[in-house]
């Protein structure tokens, strides 16, 4: 089985649940979208002989495992922070998704006006419980940059990128299914 010479850096990034986005700024993880486009049949084959699954998304590829009962529970527990995460954010704006670009400034200014934005974001736990709107929103889009759902692509207006591996949340959030009591 011939592989690509970034196999390393290819699973590195994807081993720590990052994902590897086709719509990236950065030219690296640009090259590395590529390669695994053009070879995600032997990468796929060689992950899964060492216990991982690679996974294409739409326009993004991760990682997943097989979970024991602790990290399903782990697991759970995230969800329901990105369901409110993304609650948030698209209160924000209907529209934010791949290929949004914001800054934490836009949202914090939004949340001086709209009361449902307001009380969404002071209803999110983040770290360092700040009680500024400003830090509060930019802790939690440097949490999505972190799990490589957004990008900074201007250092000057700290403007981000809404990255393809968005689309992950929305689809975990699409198809969770709510049964009808009555």
Do not use: W
């Not at 990468?43 to 590829?61: A, C, M, P, T, V």
């Not at 800054?103 to 974001?121: G, M």
């Not at 009680?131 to 990008?151: I, Y």
Request: aromatic letters at 12%; a negative charge.
């Amino acid at each position: 089985m011939k592989l690509p010479v970034q196999t390393p850096e290819i699973f590195h990034r994807l081993s720590r649940g990052l994902f590897i986005s086709s719509n990236t700024t950065d030219r690296e993880q640009e090259q590395l979208y590529q390669i695994i486009e053009t070879h995600f049949e032997e990468l796929e084959r060689y992950f899964r002989i060492i216990q991982f699954r690679l996974n294409k998304g739409d326009e993004y590829y991760y990682f997943s495992r097989e979970l024991n009962r602790s990290s399903l529970e782990d697991k759970l527990e995230r969800a329901y922070r990105y369901i409110d995460v993304l609650d948030f954010f698209k209160t924000f704006d209907p529209a934010f998704g791949s290929g949004f670009r914001f800054s934490p400034d836009q949202i914090a200014q939004k949340c001086k006006v709209d009361t449902e934005l307001r009380t969404k974001l002071d209803s999110l736990k983040t770290k360092g419980q700040s009680e500024n709107r400003l830090d509060k929103v930019r802790t939690l889009v440097k949490s999505l940059e972190k799990e490589s759902f957004v990008e900074l692509i201007d250092k000057l207006q700290e403007t981000y990128l809404v990255l393809a591996s968005f689309s992950y949340l929305e689809l975990l959030i699409d198809r969770i299914q709510i049964e009808d009591e009555s």
